[in-house]
């Protein structure tokens, strides 16, 4: 029990950081967009850059995750997502910056989809679900502490300062990653399965529909966060309460979702209780622009749906490492890949609609999509389908 609290307390420290670096963007677009001159609709690039990057290399390097194990591809993605990260902060013009977000992306491909895979091979599926609950919710702490500590850096240093901790702090998980995580081969899991096999089980109809429903929530959830940060500085001339604030209790909001989400896993099927959040991000992004006017409604609408989003992450993560235990890893990384391309093509498309029309467009577009993600729920996936 004390071996599994350290591995997890490991793979915690990873999504901490991953969690750290894709939350903190959207506090910072205003003040990047300014330094450098551009359009502020064109910070979401970084993010679409990011996921671009994340999915081409994802459909790569799910296969050789099955093969070489799930250690070095962690620790490769770390070290990658540690000079990417400085290269960013480095970097004088956008263009660069670009290409360092998408490199940075590279890294988190290595890295994210093997931890889920590593709890499908390391931990019984009894506690499946409370673990990748419990590392997911790094993801959300990452927004409670890293983006504060990144507005605080941003506010008083230069938005550089960001990106300079995160490469550190990388290198430091790396380390601890080298010498304290257990090397568990995925190749003993997956040596018997080909090309062709993969194939086969990549246009399962169960597969196809998990995939786009993880792309139309990441499309939803990730595309319009990354304008939040954008929108409250419009908004928040009404109102004395900080953004920071505000983020830190969307953060405390994803955490509660997430933990949420384990605790209520064991007592109700993955697939009612995805659809369920699903439905209630529809409702939580539809009535969110007619609150404008009154931030401490806006607000409580902001933590549900963070805590809905990150419920509706975490169970569909757990959900997918049950669809096949032979190309697990493939699986995953694919599935991983659908929810950065889901974030891409959301951040470039709710880019457009805030230039050519507004926020409160992009938050009903938002609605429509998770309403869909909750019809393919209810009607198309099934419960406890493995595809060996």
């Known amino acids: 029990m004390k071996k599994q609290l350290h591995i997890i307390s490991l793979l915690f420290l990873v999504f901490f ?45 799910g296969p050789l995750s099955d093969r070489i194990g799930r250690k070095p591809m962690i620790i490769i993605g770390i070290v990658v997502f540690s000079i990417s990260s400085l290269i960013t902060g480095i970097a ?12 940075t992306g590279v890294g988190a491909a290595f890295a994210a989809p093997n931890i889920w895979a590593f709890i499908g091979d390391y931990f019984d599926q009894s506690i499946r679900g409370k673990v990748t609950a419990a590392v997911a919710s790094a993801l959300s702490l990452g927004l409670v502490i890293g983006v504060p500590i990144g507005t605080v850096i941003e506010q008083n240093l ?44 990549l246009m399962q109809p169960q597969v196809v529909y998990s995939y786009i429903t993880t792309f139309l929530i990441n499309f939803a959830n990730f595309g319009l966060y990354t304008f939040l940060g954008y929108w409250l500085k419009q908004q928040i001339r009404q109102t004395m309460l900080p953004i920071s604030v505000i983020f830190i209790l969307a953060g405390i909001g994803n955490l509660t979702g997430v933990f949420l989400s ?62 096949s235990k032979k190309a697990r890893g493939t699986v995953l990384a694919i599935n991983n890949g659908f929810m ?27 609605a429509c999509l998770a309403a869909v993600a909750w019809l393919i729920l209810k009607f198309k996936l099934k419960e406890n389908i493995e595809i060996q």
């Open 17 to 61: 950081l991953i969690g750290c670096d894709t939350f903190i963007i959207s506090p910072l677009i205003p003040s990047i967009t300014s330094n450098l001159h551009i359009a502020a609709g064109n910070g979401g690039y970084m993010v679409s850059f990011y996921s671009i990057f994340y999915v081409i290399f994802t459909f790569v390097l």
């Open 92 to 103: 004088g013009n956008f263009p660069i910056i670009l290409i360092a977000r998408g490199v």
């Open 158 to 201: 230069k938005w550089q300062e960001c990106f300079y901790v995160l490469a550190v702090f990388a290198l430091v998980v790396a380390t601890l990653l080298l010498f304290w995580l257990p090397n568990i081969n995925g190749a003993k899991r997956a040596s018997g399965v080909k090309g062709k096999e993969y194939r086969e089980i």
């Open 262 to 323: 384990g605790v209520l896993s064991g007592k109700i099927s993955l697939k009612k209780l995805a659809a369920s959040m699903s439905l209630i991000l529809a409702v939580a992004f539809v009535t969110l622009p007619f609150w404008r006017l009154y931030m401490p409604i806006t607000v409580v609408d902001i933590v549900i749906w963070m805590a809905a989003g990150g419920a509706a992450f975490s169970v569909m993560q757990t959900f997918v490492t049950q669809i």
């Open 340 to 366: 950065w391309m889901g974030t891409a093509v959301g951040s470039a498309v709710i880019s457009i609609v805030i230039d050519k029309w507004s926020f409160p467009v992009a938050a009903y577009i938002c």
